[in-house]
T-cell receptor
């Protein structure tokens, strides 16, 4: 069975500061990993995904994540937070193969302070 | 290109009533998924259609939930009779191929009183 743990249900940063959202996963097979973002009153939008190619994945809006197999982690970072980054972020894993259903973490609400 | 749409955006019903949620996937997407987020919990998979066939319905909570995708286009998720614990946000997602990115709709917020 797969599972995802997001450390910190709420993260608060100042505008211009580093954003670091933590995600650890467990999977019995090499996983596909995703970060989705949900802005207020909108659906989930894919930020980036890892599918066994490069371990450092670049996504939209300046976000990137690094797959570290030894640490079973896929943390999301952005060098400089912007007010528009305030949203809820979800880490997810899927097994791939014929089974692409997503298993999500509980989400991390990011607040950006001026 | 229109995204995934869901209707209604909100629904408030009483325990024991029936509610039907609708999802229109992106045109041409054969794969359609339903997920649910109960307050304070993670988003959980409910089921997966490939065209009109149920590929995986392992996440359906019980037989009060019925999903259909007639003709392989839009899908409906019916809850009958609704219980208090069914409250949450129901998301629909679609993808062209099984391995492709899943695109999510805005969700339907269901409140059962």
């Amino acid at each position: 069975a797969q599972s995802v743990t997001q450390l910190g249900s709420h993260v608060s940063v100042s505008e211009g500061a580093l954003v670091l959202l933590r995600c650890n996963y467990s999977s019995s097979v090499p996983p596909y990993l995703f970060w989705y973002v949900q802005y207020p009153n909108q659906g989930l939008q894919l930020l980036l995904k890892y599918t066994s190619a490069a371990t450092l994945v670049k996504g939209i809006n300046g976000f990137e994540a690094e797959f570290k197999k030894s640490e079973t982690s896929f943390h999301l970072t952005k060098p400089s937070a912007h007010m528009s980054d305030a949203a809820e972020y979800f880490c997810a894993v899927s097994r791939g193969g014929s089974n692409y259903k997503l298993t999500f973490g509980k989400g991390t609400l990011l607040t950006v302070n001026p | 290109e229109a995204g995934v749409t869901q209707f209604p955006s909100h629904s408030v019903i009483e325990k024991g009533q029936t509610v039907t949620l609708r999802c229109d996937p992106i045109s041409g997407h054969d794969n359609l998924y339903w997920y649910r987020r109960v307050m304070g919990k993670e988003i959980k998979f409910l089921l997966h259609f490939v065209k009109e066939s149920k590929q995986d319905e392992s996440g359906m909570p019980n037989n009060r939930f019925l999903a259909e995708r007639t003709g392989g286009t839009y899908s409906t998720l019916k809850v009958q009779p609704a219980e208090l614990e069914d409250s949450g946000v129901y998301f629909c997602a679609s993808s062209q191929d099984t391995a492709d990115t899943q695109y999510f709709g805005p969700g339907t917020r269901l409140t059962v009183l």
